[in-house]
């Protein structure tokens, strides 16, 4: 059992199901939030010198050997090669959240290639790059996987400290924070459970001095947070039958949701087109059974059942092929 | 301000809190929830409110047991009977 550190943790639970090969907006919320948890992290570890209100960090920090290299990545640009760097914990948190698009990608790396070691994260191709949008402009993509175990093991220690009486440790009061910045909640909580979360949290607000001193830091940006719940609703939409329909006859709502897979030949019979469907899966690298053949042959890919639908695109030229559609309810 | 306890520190403890005992059984907090409630865990709690502490030992033999009934395929009417009877 490996026992991680604040930021790690909160790592498995930010970089689960993003993009690992590119930037975009929902990662870019979460490696904020994530440098900030590195700065909460080195805070509860006592790293920084305290006088008064400022909390101090001496240079010297950065040459000792047993550093997480992943700390020393947030660390270094907020020292600007200065001796020492000082203000309070509201300034540290918003100075890291900042860091630019490179140092952030930079961290990434890193603490992603120090949970891949110890196998607590992998990357595995994503759906999307069997499109044919996506794969014959060359487009490869991949998102992160938590393990399963380890993940599960965060996030209900992370709820049944908060949902249950009783004292609550400073790396939870972190991680709630962590995950109200990055607009995780719903990842974990049910809508019933955020009621009580957030009378726990007012509760913490009054009685601890941590959680007094963190609650009201607001490091995340509106717009961001908006252009992820937007992405959020819209995929949790599609799941309507309904909407799955209608995202049938406009992919361009959810591509995600609606994959289309052009087969060789025109007007092809059942088996041909599934023989296309499985060398695609095959050459990104999904694991899938063929669960049902026919005309709608039932496929399970990656542990989720889609079926696929005989379809033909119009640009130019018609293109045919068939649509992955997930089966719901499954 | 309390510091989350290392796993080493909890392999050591007579007494652990609910979230301590998902970390150390890998169950999920409404599973342990659900036994608690049903008096399949026994706990001790100073006062309403306060933090329910499990002997680790006995509560961990208890859940492993109880896993290993499930899988046996009994319900759970059945392994609190089982459960009852070692009392």
Known sequence: MTE???????????????????????????????????????????????????????????????????????????????????????????????????????????????????????????????????????????????????????????????????????????????????????????????????????????????????????????????????????????????ASGVNFAFPVLERSQSVFIDTEAWFSNADKRLDDVRARLESNGHAFTVLQEGQIPLIKIDNIVYMAIPQAIYSRVPIHGVRLLPKRPI | MSRQRSMETILTSDFISIGELVRLTNCRYSTLKFYTEENMLPFEQAEEKLTRRYKREETVARILLIKKLKIDGLSIPQIKEILNKDK
């Open chain 1, 4 to 242: 991680l550190k604040l930021a790690q943790n909160f790592s498995m639970i930010a970089l689960n199901a993003q993009n690992s090969l590119h930037m975009t907006t929902v990662k870019k919320v979460a490696l904020r939030c994530m440098a900030a948890a590195v700065i909460l992290e080195a805070y509860l570890d006592s790293i920084f010198t305290q006088t008064e209100d400022k909390l101090i960090l001496h240079n010297d920090i950065l040459d000792q050997t047993n550093i997480m290299p992943y700390r020393k990545i947030i660390l270094k640009p907020l020292l600007h090669k200065n001796d020492e760097a000082g203000g309070k914990l509201e300034w540290w948190l918003k100075k890291a959240s900042m860091l630019s698009n490179s140092h952030l990608i930079k961290f990434e790396h890193t603490i992603a290639n120090s949970l891949k070691q110890t196998d607590l994260l992998q990357e595995i191709p994503n759906l999307l790059g069997c499109d044919l949008y996506y794969n014959s402009s060359g487009v490869t993509i991949r998102e992160y996987r938590s393990n399963v175990q380890e993940y599960t093991r965060i996030a209900e220690n992370l709820r049944a400290e908060l949902l249950e009486d009783g004292a609550v440790t400073d790396e939870t009061i972190c991680m709630i924070w962590l995950l109200r910045e990055s607009g995780c909640m719903h990842d974990l909580f049910s809508q019933n459970e955020l009621e009580k979360v957030a009378a726990r949290m007012d509760q913490l607000y009054q009685r601890d001095s941590l959680a007094k001193a963190v609650f009201p830091i607001r490091i995340h940006r509106g717009i961001e947070i908006a252009i992820k719940g937007f992405l959020h609703m819209k995929k949790k939409i599609m799941k309507i039958p309904f």
